[in-house]
């Protein structure tokens, strides 16, 4: 129903920003909410920040950093990564909230070099 393609990643030196994005298509009309997650080399994948309407949320680790924002005009949904360290390197992938049910994207690598 929903099909979500993420775009940005990158090798980026400690310190540096990325700026991640994720074009939805296929029924995007019905999506609510938003999020990103990502999972570390051999880690447990984790949530990073979610958007709604009128609500954004993000992981400890994140706030301060990262921003998530929305384009409703182009289905698409962004997150700004700015400070970035090591402990950032993941493949970060996007996620759509359609009724109950969560879509995702095929993520993109995020290598931040010391």
């Known amino acids: 129903q929903v099909q979500l393609v993420e775009s940005g990643g990158d090798l980026v030196q400690a310190g540096g920003s990325l700026r991640l994005s994720c074009a939805a298509s296929?029924?995007?009309?019905?999506?609510?909410?938003m999020a990103w997650f990502r999972q570390p080399p051999g880690k447990q994948r984790e949530s990073v920040a979610i958007i709604s309407s009128a609500t954004t949320h993000y992981a400890d680790s994140a706030k301060g950093r990262f921003t998530i924002s929305r384009d409703n005009a182009k289905n698409e949904v962004y997150l700004q990564m700015n400070s970035l360290t090591p402990e950032d390197t993941a493949v970060y992938y996007c996620?759509?909230?359609?009724?109950?049910?969560?879509?995702w994207g095929q993520g993109t690598q995020v290598t931040v070099s010391s």
């Open positions: 296929g029924s995007s009309s019905i999506i609510n909410s």
């Open positions: 996620s759509a909230l359609v009724g109950p049910r969560w879509y």
